[in-house]
């Protein structure tokens, strides 16, 4: 698949992901990228959740804050706002409700 | 952290990078930077961001390419738009700042010239209000202007092999530009306005007494703190 395509169809499915990690923990930047490869997201570049999380920041969907991480420097933790939990719910139902029909779709196109 | 800080500390960690990816880095870090109307703040908080991960993945074996992608000026551009503007209030605090500053600078100046002059030659202390403050408007203007065009042409020339004899010609020739502005404006332009006695000692009081008020101002809102 080509890059556009494929970021495209990335970008608002990557974005519901990044919302639902950090509504589940607060994290910072490197271990949230650590988080979607762990679930096995490796095709995505680490750099792309950035531009996500400031979007996502402007919507008012996540706050971040300044904090002593573990290993003890400071990083930028996110959390999910009230407005983040709605939205990651309506993204819940919005996904449901494609998931299994786009499944079919692609699957029955091609047999 | 305020961002003063955040640049500080930004200086230091940015020695662990490699060299390669140092490079990359700081083609992003002045990429951003130049963009002048964004938080300052934010952008501040956003290069530290990209500058911890990316030392974190350094040291997992990564390179900033493997981080960031093959295309950071769009990756870029895709931060940048998210980001706030700065405050309208700051920004005319910063700009009313640096007017201040340079208005005292001018005062400065004009006042040690006079009295070096009165040494040598006879002045002739008085001046025209009208073309003066002219001057002094179309000055701050042309500085403000080439300080301006001068970081939009760092930002294009940023991600791509710049062509260092044709950027030095086109800086070069602003800041020629610029001079030539200021020693001939005074000299052509038409004398008008009311026209009162100024010596160089005024100058260099009223000067001083500005970059008094400047250094308050500066503190008061913590302009570079």
């Known amino acids: 698949m080509n890059m556009a395509m494929r970021s495209q169809l990335l970008k608002g499915i990557l974005e519901g992901c990044i919302l639902s990690i950090i509504h589940k923990e607060s994290v910072y930047g490197y271990e949230l990228s650590q988080k979607l490869q762990a679930f096995g997201l490796n095709d995505v570049s680490e750099g792309s959740i950035y531009p996500i999380l400031l979007r996502l920041q402007k919507e008012q969907f996540i706050e971040g804050e300044m904090r002593p991480s573990p290993t003890g420097p400071k990083r930028k933790y996110y959390k999910t706002t009230e407005k983040g939990l709605e939205a990651l719910i309506a993204f819940q139902q919005e996904w449901n409700s494609i998931q299994k029909p786009v499944e079919t779709i692609i699957n029955w196109g091609l047999n | ?225």
Not at chain 2, 59 to 76: H, I, L, M, R
């Open chain 2, 1 to 225: 952290m305020h961002a003063k800080q955040l640049i500080e500390e930004n200086n230091l960690k940015r020695n662990q990078l490699t060299e390669e990816n140092e490079k990359y880095y700081e083609d992003m870090l002045i990429y951003i930077r130049t963009h002048l109307f964004i938080s300052e703040q934010q952008t501040e908080e956003l290069v530290m961001e990209l500058l911890d991960h990316l030392i974190e993945a350094q040291e997992a074996g990564k390179s900033a390419q493997d981080v960031f992608g093959d295309d950071p000026k769009t990756y870029c551009d895709d931060m940048i738009k998210h980001l706030p503007k700065e405050k309208g209030k700051s920004a005319a605090v910063f700009i009313g700042y640096l007017i201040l500053q340079f208005l005292g600078f001018f005062a400065l100046a004009s006042g040690a010239v006079t009295i070096i002059a009165s040494f040598f030659t006879q002045v002739n202390p008085s001046i025209a209000i009208g073309s003066s403050l002219l001057t002094f408007i179309i000055d701050a203007g042309v500085i403000f202007a080439a300080i301006a065009f001068i970081f939009v042409w760092i930002r294009r020339s940023m991600f791509k092999r710049s062509n260092k004899i044709k950027d030095g010609i086109v800086i070069g020739s602003i800041s020629a530009f610029t001079m030539a502005i200021f020693i001939f404006c005074p000299r052509l332009m038409p004398s008008f306005g009311y026209r009162i006695e100024i010596g160089g000692y005024d100058y260099l009081l009223a000067g001083l007494a500005i970059m008094v008020i400047s250094k308050i101002i500066n503190r008061k809102f913590q302009i570079t703190q």
